[in-house]
């Protein structure tokens, strides 16, 4: 059995970094805040590929901190989008808007989605139990009467841990790989709860991969199908996918680790809804572009109703959505999520009064949090 350790720098989504921590770690400081134009301000102007390229060969260069990323900016003025680096050292091709990564805990905001138009067509409620979702053939674990709903998996308040302690992957390269439903079954049927249901926010990556495969399991379906039916074909991502095509699969970045170095791609086939889907910059901001009312989508409701605080998290001094991690600035609102695998980083985000929204994709395992702060903040100073 691996150790707590161990298994926590396997979780998808490796950190959720307060942005305030994340431009602290560069030793910027309190004059970023003064000195910085925020989008939708006075006297902010849009970002531009020029100033997008600088930070990014900071980030790669400098700081070599990937082999290769890609920038999305839109907003009412349009997209902007700007790839630096290589697919690997022995690939010397620039990344693009249509370059493939793995998106890991970004999955998460798509299963949430997911779920909020399922509540708003009234087919199920945030109220519902997961035990009605699963059957008899697994004991889904309850506290002092209570049962865990979805919401509370949406919400990471299930009380149930990061991951389970039966995750004991065969292939570290590959962690999820091996992790079956038997697997699963077994660890909610044997797990008692350390604390109340809805007590507090304790992320959750097993409790995303159960709620994908409640989900999936209530439609008769897989993950991926229902993601496809219900997000993916109505927003027209068709670069957007679990299992890839040839074509998808011939516009992959490969991974690196934190050393940049190759690594293999996970594989997530039980716990899919919480890190599975891989997809580009350019799909990515076709989503954005829903979420912020610059194109028309009919999940427009649900994605309101997805971004709506349903909890606080006294340790981050963030609101909880459902998937989105709502943090406040001053006077503005950054609605967004990251993720991680082994070997990529990414980052997808919105302040909704600015209409402006920014994804970073990289094709390595470090964190592109600061990047996104910096775009968002206009601190081109590094």
């Excluded at 044997?190 to 604390?195: A, E």
Aim: hydrophobic share 40%; net charge negative; aromatic share 8%.
């Amino acid at each position: 059995m691996l150790g707590s350790s161990i298994r926590r720098a396997f979780a998808i989504g490796v950190g959720i970094v307060l942005w305030c921590a994340a431009c602290a770690s560069t030793g910027t400081s309190n004059e970023v805040e003064s000195d910085a134009q925020p989008p939708g301000e006075s006297g902010a102007e849009p970002l531009t590929g020029p100033q997008i390229q600088n930070v990014l060969a900071e980030f790669v260069e400098e700081d070599r901190q990937s082999v290769g990323v890609v920038v999305g900016v839109t907003s009412a003025d349009g997209r902007v989008v700007v790839g630096y680096g290589h697919l690997s050292a022995n690939d010397p091709t620039q990344p693009d808007g249509d370059t493939v990564f793995e998106i890991g805990s970004i999955t998460k905001v798509f299963t949430s989605t997911l779920l909020a138009d399922l509540v708003l067509q009234e087919e199920l409620g945030l109220d519902a139990p997961v035990q009605s979702l699963l059957g008899d053939n697994v004991r889904v674990p309850s506290r002092n009467g209570a049962e865990i709903t979805l919401g509370h998996l949406a919400t990471h308040t299930s009380g149930l841990p990061r991951l389970p302690d039966n995750f004991d992957p065969e292939d570290p390269a590959n962690p999820y790989a091996d992790y079956a439903v038997e697997d699963l079954y077994e660890f909610l049927s044997s797990h008692r709860l350390d604390r109340d249901i809805g007590a507090t926010v304790e992320y959750s990556n097993l409790g995303y991969g159960l709620l994908g495969h409640a989900l999936a399991l209530r439609d008769g379906t897989d993950f991926e199908t229902l993601m496809v039916e219900r997000i993916l074909k109505p927003l027209q991502m068709s670069d957007t996918a679990i299992e890839l095509t040839p074509d998808l699969r011939d516009r992959m970045a490969p991974g690196h680790d934190m050393w940049l170095r190759p690594t293999a791609n996970w594989d997530l086939p039980v716990l899919s809804g919480a890190g599975a889907l891989r997809s580009t910059v350019n799909d990515l901001l076709t989503f954005l572009e829903a979420n912020l009312g610059l194109s028309e989508s009919p999940l427009r409701q649900a994605m309101e109703f997805a971004r709506v605080p349903q909890q606080r998290d006294p340790a981050l001094g963030m609101d909880i959505g459902l998937g989105w991690i709502i943090a406040s600035e001053g006077d503005r609102e950054f609605v967004w999520h990251n993720g991680a695998t082994g070997g990529y980083a990414s980052f997808i985000g919105f302040d909704a009064n600015a209409s402006e929204g920014i994804v970073i994709l990289s094709n390595s395992q470090q964190s592109v949090d600061n990047l996104a702060y910096r775009l968002f903040t206009r601190n081109f100073e590094g």
